[in-house]
């Protein structure tokens, strides 16, 4: 500890999920008579949903300030000294210190701390090619992306837009497109939409999405984008064709925003994000923590540390980091990748591994695919679902579970995250006592339905 302070100093850099939950869970634990808290964010806002904003655009959240789950008022307010607009630009990790400059005055100064913690989020992809920066052309990461992409939409006569990427943002925004009434075309690098599930099942968001208007292009590279004469975007070129647009998303990813910790010699890892223990310390820095979107997580199925930038993750992280610097004890023991999306009302859900993931990692596996129905196939409203599911070759544990479906689709991969974590063998989960009436799903739950197919693949009965 700094002996000329006479409490310590806890220094946050980013103001997001990760940072300020790990703030205020140090506050709850220490008072300000004991720890001092300074958190600097670069950006106008705190603790907001980047996750709502695409549900903001389209129209289903009346207004920006509804993202916002903690203002900077009140974490002032629970003496938490909070800088917005001052950008952390330097870390000296020997000197147990940060430079930060103010944005608006263009002010540095050096802030000293017992400890520190690196929440610096993730920075979205850009793509280096012409015209990436012309009027019309958004990324939709912060709440001032999100308000620019308004403004655009509200200002323009044009009702094209084309989507670059389909990952789980640029399908989300296609849906927030389509009901502002735009004609939505997705560009997609990839052979299907959503990467992260098995092309099979990709493919059944592909027809999903054209069955809801949404031209869907894959396999295609975006090499340029057209501006007119008032700077604005035009079209957007791939090797062999061009779509107008009278607006363009870019959900082409993320990667750890950790150009600070790298310059200061914090260890990264492959993916680019920093590593830490699971008390969520940096390695080998007893007073450094970091969390959040700028690090690498164990995936417990593969065993492998992975880059993935969720939200979910980005709160539990704060949580355990501001438990341990507040002097209790917890750790964040990994994921198993559990995600879940929507686009209008198709739902895509996936846990675990991919058919890739477990060839990367050398595990040999059954994979199987099952049609089933949200609800008793008798009961209205029943609406198909496809649950695709992995387990290992001879030991049947369970790797992982895809599913496509309309209304209760999604949030049943939270019985295979639950059965994942808990190691389970395909043919235990067949037993699992899962709640059933018509209403809900039919008497063999979807999910069951999978499991008691790949436990007859695994005995080789199949
Ligand atoms: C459109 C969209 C939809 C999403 N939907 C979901 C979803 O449905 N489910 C889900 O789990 N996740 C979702 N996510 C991801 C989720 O928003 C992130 O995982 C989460 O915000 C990560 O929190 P974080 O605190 O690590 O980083 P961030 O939220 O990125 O916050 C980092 C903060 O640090 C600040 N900062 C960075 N560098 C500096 C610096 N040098 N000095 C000062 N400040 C700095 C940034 O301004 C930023 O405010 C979505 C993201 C987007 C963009």
């Known amino acids: 500890m700094n002996m000329s302070r006479a409490r310590e100093r806890l220094v946050v850099v980013g103001g997001d999920a990760a940072g300020m939950s790990a703030a205020s869970q140090a506050r709850r634990l220490r008072g300000p008579d004991e720890l001092e808290i300074v958190a600097f964010e670069r950006g106008h806002f705190t603790s907001y949903s980047a996750c709502g904003i695409p549900y903001w655009v389209g129209g289903d959240v009346s207004e920006r300030d509804r993202l916002i789950a903690r203002t900077p008022e009140e974490h002032r307010a629970r003496d938490i000294d909070l800088r917005l607009r001052t950008e952390v630009t330097e870390l000296d990790p020997d000197g147990q210190r940060v430079r930060a400059r103010d944005l608006e005055s263009g002010e540095e100064s050096w802030t000293s701390y017992d400890r520190l913690v690196i929440a610096t989020g993730a920075r979205p992809i850009r793509p280096d090619m012409p015209g990436a920066d012309a009027a019309g052309v958004h990324g939709v990461q912060t709440l001032d992306d999100g308000q620019a992409l308004l403004d655009t939409l509200e200002g323009t006569r044009g009702r094209r837009a084309v989507v670059v990427g389909a990952g789980y943002i640029g399908v989300e925004m296609a849906e927030a497109l389509i009901k502002r009434g735009y004609e939505v075309t997705v560009v997609n690098r990839g052979s299907e939409p959503m990467s992260t599930l098995d092309p099979d099942m990709g493919r059944l968001v592909h027809e999903a999405m054209e069955g809801l208007g949404i031209t869907m292009v894959n396999d295609a590279e975006v090499t340029k984008i057209l501006t007119g004469e008032d700077g604005a975007v035009r079209a957007v070129v791939t090797e062999d064709r061009e779509f107008p647009a009278d607006v363009v998303v870019l959900g082409i990813g993320v990667r750890p925003e950790t150009a600070l910790a790298k310059a200061a010699g914090l260890p990264l890892g492959s993916h680019g994000g920093l590593l830490t223990d699971r008390s969520m310390r940096v390695r080998g820095h007893e007073d450094i923590w970091s969390g959040g979107d ?169």
């Open 294 to 462: 700028c690090v690498e997580v164990l995936d417990l199925v593969s065993g492998q540390e992975r880059h993935v930038p969720l939200g979910t993750h980005a709160n539990k992280h704060g949580q355990v980091i501001g438990t341990n610097v507040g002097g209790g004890y917890a750790t964040f023991p990994g994921v198993v990748g559990t995600a879940v999306s929507k686009v209008c009302d198709l739902e895509i859900a996936r846990t675990g591994l991919r058919e890739k993931d477990a060839h990367r990692v050398g595990l040999r596996f059954e994979a199987v695919t099952i049609e089933s129905t949200s609800r008793a196939g008798y009961y209205p409203n029943a609406s198909a679902m496809t649950v695709k599911m992995l387990a290992e070759h001879r030991t049947g544990r369970l790797l992982g579970v895809q599913i496509v479906g309309r209304e209760g689709a999604g949030k049943r991969v939270d019985i295979a995250a639950v059965a994942l974590t808990a190691g389970m063998t395909v043919e235990q989960m067949t037993a699992l006592d899962l709640g059933y009436a018509p209403p809900f799903s039919p008497v063999w739950d979807p999910v069951l339905v999978a499991a008691r197919k790949a436990a007859a693949k695994v005995r080789g009965s199949v």
